[in-house]
């Protein structure tokens, strides 16, 4: 079990120390080591902290630290890099230039094939997604997989920028050539840029996984 894991990261160390060296709340931590469940978020910032793998983490399997995840170098899973970049479900700024790779994700070779039609890796990024707008299809502090290869505007979830902004929406390209620009959440209206003002409109990439929080 995950708190199980959770303690064997603790070891001597005070539950104090520990949690501060996550810089997530003592009480918080509490709980996860009494079994309540942290949200893919913390899960990711006790995993950083620590220097232990994230799959390991969450489920139990594969390398427990990411070196030795990397030094396996298994056909059976392929690593999907993990940036420090946000993507805006409200607002926000893509900042991917002056990101810095955090880790790396494992998705099983078979799930790539079979769930995204991949091969390889290449191109596949994992992004946080921030704010409510996308919810419940894409939660605030979910993570989300980009394919950069699928850059052409069909309808359907993308990562795109606009006018400066990065943002994760779902994409509708009118006859006239306006974007209409979705949200999941009912309480976020529509937006539509005519075409004229697409100037400043690049297409990241389409979201093919989202990665929703362990509990809410």
Same mark, same amino acid.
């Given at each position: 079990m995950l708190k199980e894991r959770l303690k064997q990261l603790v070891g001597q160390e005070s539950v104090l120390s520990f !949690?501060?060296?996550? &810089?997530?709340? &003592?009480?918080s931590m509490r709980k996860y080591l009494d079994g309540r469940v942290p949200g893919l978020?913390? !899960? %990711?910032?006790? !995993?950083?902290?620590?220097?232990?793998?994230?799959?390991?983490? %969450?489920?139990g399997e594969g390398a427990m630290r990411p070196e030795e995840q990397v030094a396996q170098k298994s056909d059976e899973y392929i690593g999907i890099p993990r940036y420090?970049?946000?993507?805006?479900?409200?607002?926000?700024?893509?900042n991917i230039d002056t990101a810095h790779e955090l880790d790396h994700?494992?998705?099983?070779?078979?799930?790539?094939?079979?769930?995204?039609?991949?091969?390889?890796?290449?191109?596949l990024i994992i992004l946080t997604a921030n704010g409510d707008s996308m919810e419940p299809l894409i939660g605030d502090g979910d993570l989300v997989m980009v394919d950069q290869?699928?850059?052409?505007?069909?309808?359907?979830?993308?990562?795109?920028?606009l006018?400066?902004?990065?943002?994760?929406?779902?994409l509708n390209q009118t006859l !006239?050539?306006?974007? &209409?620009?979705?949200? &999941?959440?009912?309480?976020?209206?529509?937006?539509?840029?005519r075409k004229d003002d697409l100037i400043n409109f690049q297409l990241i990439g389409k979201v093919v996984w989202c990665g929703h929080h362990f509990a809410r």
């Amino acid at each position: 079990m995950l708190k199980e894991r959770l303690k064997q990261l603790v070891g001597q160390e005070s539950v104090l120390s520990f !949690a501060q060296k996550c &810089e997530i709340g &003592e009480s918080s931590m509490r709980k996860y080591l009494d079994g309540r469940v942290p949200g893919l978020d913390k !899960a %990711a910032q006790i !995993a950083k902290a620590c220097n232990v793998s994230l799959q390991w983490l %969450a489920t139990g399997e594969g390398a427990m630290r990411p070196e030795e995840q990397v030094a396996q170098k298994s056909d059976e899973y392929i690593g999907i890099p993990r940036y420090d970049a946000s993507l805006s479900a409200g607002n926000g700024f893509w900042n991917i230039d002056t990101a810095h790779e955090l880790d790396h994700i494992p998705f099983t070779a078979e799930f790539l094939r079979r769930r995204l039609g991949r091969s390889n890796p290449d191109d596949l990024i994992i992004l946080t997604a921030n704010g409510d707008s996308m919810e419940p299809l894409i939660g605030d502090g979910d993570l989300v997989m980009v394919d950069q290869k699928k850059n052409e505007l069909t309808d359907g979830v993308f990562a795109f920028v606009l006018n400066g902004m990065a943002r994760v929406k779902r994409l509708n390209q009118t006859l !006239a050539g306006d974007l &209409e620009v979705m949200s &999941e959440n009912p309480l976020y209206r529509t937006e539509v840029f005519r075409k004229d003002d697409l100037i400043n409109f690049q297409l990241i990439g389409k979201v093919v996984w989202c990665g929703h929080h362990f509990a809410r």
